[in-house]
């Protein structure tokens, strides 16, 4: 499993044309992971062992990776399916959101030549949280675009995870509703 993890991650990291065949096989991988639904994961694509089932090179797709920021913006901000959206408890109000792992899937299926970077992590001066500045930028055929945003995690947070990988997650995922996907969480209460 770490290894399509690591192809996934490279694809996703780097945006050389150089790469086009392992964005390729990657993408290949990732759409065969999914069911009907393109948010739901299923593990047809996997043997047994839970390792990839190997494919014939000519069943790669040659071309069609990249496509019009539009498409891909209509993609994006398609509704998330509720099945998808997690819920959890901040004193007395309910958060809706979504896992950053799944924004993650989703922008490797619409958007399979984007790139994310942390580009900043900042403490506050009096140590109590860390703020994290992620950026999250689409190529398409046409056009490349980019959005940033933050995330906040408190030091004393006893949850899972460390607060700059929470923040990080935070970011990521704001940064992602930018571009409109999930965007519809932030606006339920308006309707």
């Not at 994961?41 to 019009?68: C, K, L, M, Q, Y």
């Not at 896992?99 to 984007?114: D, F, G, T, Y």
């Not at 942390?118 to 980019?146: C, F, H, M, P, Q």
Request: aromatic share 8%.
């Amino acid at each position: 499993m770490s290894t399509i993890k690591l192809k996934l991650l490279t694809a996703r990291t780097l945006s050389s044309r150089s790469l086009l065949k392992l964005k390729q096989s990657s993408l290949l991988l990732t759409k065969q992971s999914y069911s009907s639904n393109p948010y739901s994961f299923s593990a047809t694509a996997f043997g047994e062992t839970g390792r990839p089932v190997e494919t014939e090179s000519n069943d790669i797709p040659t071309s069609g990776i990249s496509r019009p920021l539009l498409e891909i913006l209509k993609e994006l901000n398609k509704r998330v399916p509720d099945s998808l959206v997690k819920e959890r408890r901040e004193g007395d109000f309910s958060v809706k959101y979504i896992p950053w792992h799944i924004v993650n899937r989703i922008m490797n299926l619409h958007a399979p030549e984007w790139s994310g970077e942390v580009r900043n992590i900042t403490y506050s001066a009096d140590g109590k949280s860390v703020s994290v500045v992620y950026r999250v930028t689409l190529y398409g055929t046409d056009a490349e675009i980019y959005r940033e945003s933050t995330g906040t995690a408190s030091m004393d947070d006893a949850g899972f995870g460390d607060p700059v990988q929470k923040a990080e997650a935070m970011a990521f995922r704001r940064a992602c509703a930018r571009f409109g996907l999930g965007l519809h969480l932030y606006h339920e209460d308006l309707s």
